[in-house]
């Protein structure tokens, strides 16, 4: 089978720094998703490609029911009730834009909180619709089941290494409480290849829930950066819409430089997905990992 780029998108590759930085030093706005108005450039999708139980709704029955809230004060995202098939009412959001991953994009989402607890599968990535998955890339940012602790992620269907001398220089002054699980990005789960799990810091859905603040990551043709930010540290740059993520190295929880050789065109344009999914198809089995656990 032959994937040829849509639209005539040119082939990339990745180019190595010398230093732990990015290509890019700072970045303008160019789409924001906030207040009123913030359901008004997403997709609402509603196939459920997990088999969890989670039913996905359209955007007039999202809103209608309450799922969806956006506001001046602050948006909500949450899951509705039991409905037919013992599931329950939920929302998987695409955005109705992509970014190419080539040109450098930093995309960053302030939350007070996200919900965590038994059965519950929430998730903020990046993904390439048009091509059947992995072969348009997907990038996992803030990803966790059950009670299990959140793991940053990247799945392509290139035989793609992670450059794991320059891993390990980069996050050398994190406190880190996870080691690299698996530098190979190659995603087939047929063949339990699982994508790439950097050197990263790990928390689970309460830590995330009771420390508020800013996840985000800076993504070009040299590396992703992902971070999280405590409210009460956000830095101006950020808050002007100017953001220079290469300043960010002490809120960096994981980092991800690509080997040149083996990594050509890993992804392409990026959506923004927000989706809270439940039970289902979680790799590495954390349902069976927890015995008790509550739900928020």
């Known amino acids: ?100 991953p080539e040109h450098g994009f930093v995309l960053a989402m302030k939350y007070n909180h996200v919900p965590h607890g038994l059965g519950l599968w929430p998730s903020f990535w990046t993904v390439n619709s048009d091509y059947v998955w992995p072969h348009g890339g997907e990038l996992d940012i803030l990803e966790y089941a059950n009670g299990e602790e959140a793991k940053v992620s990247f799945h392509t269907d290139k035989n793609c290494t992670l450059d794991v001398p320059k891993m390990n220089k980069c996050m050398i002054d994190q406190e880190l409480t996870s080691p690299a699980e698996e530098p190979n990005c190659l995603t087939n789960y047929q063949q339990n290849a699982m994508g790439c799990i950097p050197k990263q810091i790990k928390h689970n859905g309460e830590w995330f829930a009771k420390n508020p603040g800013v996840i985000a990551t800076a993504w070009d043709d040299s590396r992703i950066a992902v971070y999280h930010i405590p409210e009460a540290e956000i830095p101006s740059d950020l808050q002007n819409n100017r953001p220079e993520p290469d300043t960010w190295q002490k809120w960096m929880i994981a980092y991800l430089p690509f080997e040149a050789e083996t990594c050509p065109t890993i992804a392409k344009p990026q959506e923004i997905v927000l989706t809270i999914a439940l039970c289902g198809d979680a790799s590495g089995g954390p349902w069976r990992l927890i015995n008790r656990s509550k739900t928020e």
Not at 6 to 19: F, M, N, V, Y
């Open 1 to 100: 089978l032959e994937l040829k780029a849509p639209l005539g998108l040119p082939e990339w590759k990745i180019h190595k720094t010398s230093s732990c930085h990015g290509r890019h030093e700072k970045y303008r706005l160019e789409w924001e998703a906030s207040g009123d108005t913030f359901f008004n450039e997403w997709q609402f999708l509603t196939e459920s490609h997990t088999h969890g139980s989670e039913w996905y709704l359209n955007r007039s029955e999202a809103h209608r029911l309450g799922l969806v809230r956006p506001s001046d004060q602050g948006t909500i995202i949450k899951v509705g009730d039991v409905t037919h098939f013992f599931k329950r009412h939920s929302v998987m959001l695409h955005s109705a834009r992509a970014w190419r």
